[in-house]
C-alpha cells in the first residue's frame, strides 16, 4: 500500500492535445517531474496551470508514482477488515439458514439490504440536489472543442475499435484557463472540432463541469430510482422472511 502522497501542479505540455501534468513538488531531496501519459493510477481529464493533483509512491520509491484524485483514499486500512466481516456475515447466514430453515435467508439478506439502501438513498438525493445547484451557480461560460483525440485498438481476435476523445477548453469567469478531456454529453465525436460549446461549472471546482445542463437530471433519476428499488427489495424480502418464520 503506497505510504506517501504528494502534490504537484499541472499544466499543457508544449504540443499535447488534451491535459497532462509536469511536477511541482520536491520528493525529500529531489524534485521529480513526470508526465500524464500511461498506465500511471487515475487519468488526469481535467488541467489548469496551478491545479493540484495527488501523487502515491511506495516509501523511498517515488519514479513508482501513481497519480490519484484522492490522496486519502484507502488510507484508513479498513478494506480487507470490512471484506473480513462480509465474509464471516455470509457464513453465518448460510449457517443459519440451513438449521433453522431458508426464510432466515431472507431475513440475513434483506435487513442488512434494507439499512444499507436507506443510509444510500438520502445521500445520493443530497449529492444529485448539490451537483446541480454547483453548476448552475456560477452562470454559463463560453467553451470550444479543440481537438479530438483517436484512439485505436486491437483485441486477442484481430478486431478493431476506434473511440474519440474531444478536448474542450473554456475559460471561468475568474481567468482561469481549462482544458479537459469530454466523453459524454456531445454528439456525433468524431466531428466535434471545432464545435461551440456553453459551459456551466462549479466555481469551487472547474472539474465538475457539463455541456448540457438539463442532460445532468438524467442519470441521477436513474440512480435514485435504482436505489428505491433495492431498497423495496430489501424491506420485500426481510418481510416475507418474517411472515414465513412466524407462520
Not at 451557480?137 to 486491437?154: E, F, H, N, Q
Request: glycine share 14%; net charge negative.
Amino acid at each position: 500500500m503506497p505510504a506517501a502522497a504528494e502534490t504537484i501542479v499541472v499544466d499543457e505540455v508544449p504540443g499535447s492535445a488534451g491535459p497532462a501534468a509536469e511536477g511541482g513538488r520536491s520528493v525529500g531531496s529531489q524534485e521529480f517531474t513526470v508526465t500524464n501519459d500511461g498506465e500511471c493510477g487515475d487519468r488526469i481529464s481535467t488541467a489548469w496551470r496551478g491545479r493540484e493533483i495527488g501523487i502515491r509512491y511506495p516509501p523511498g520509491r517515488p519514479h513508482a508514482y501513481r497519480f490519484t484524485t484522492d490522496p486519502d483514499a484507502g488510507r484508513s486500512g479498513l478494506g480487507w477488515p470490512n471484506f473480513a466481516v462480509f465474509l464471516i456475515y455470509v457464513g453465518l447466514v448460510v449457517v443459519a439458514s440451513i438449521d433453522w430453515g431458508w426464510p432466515w435467508a431472507l431475513i440475513g439478506f434483506g435487513v442488512p439490504w434494507t439499512l444499507l439502501g436507506a443510509t444510500y438513498l438520502p445521500g445520493a438525493i443530497r449529492d444529485s440536489r448539490l451537483r446541480i445547484e454547483g453548476l448552475a451557480s456560477g452562470g454559463p461560460v463560453p467553451g470550444r472543442v479543440i481537438a479530438v483525440l483517436k484512439d485505436v485498438t486491437v483485441d486477442e481476435d484481430g478486431e478493431t475499435a476506434t473511440s474519440h476523445t474531444p478536448v474542450v477548453a473554456f475559460t471561468t469567469h475568474d481567468g482561469t484557463a481549462v482544458t479537459a478531456y469530454r466523453t459524454v454529453g456531445l454528439s456525433d465525436p468524431a466531428r466535434s472540432r471545432g464545435r461551440d460549446l456553453t459551459i456551466h461549472y462549479r466555481p469551487d471546482d472547474p472539474v465538475v463541469f457539463t455541456t448540457d445542463l438539463a442532460a445532468e437530471h438524467r442519470p441521477h433519476v436513474g440512480e435514485i430510482a435504482f436505489a428505491v428499488g433495492a431498497l423495496l427489495v430489501g424491506v420485500a424480502a426481510a418481510v416475507a422472511g418474517g411472515i414465513l418464520i412466524a407462520g
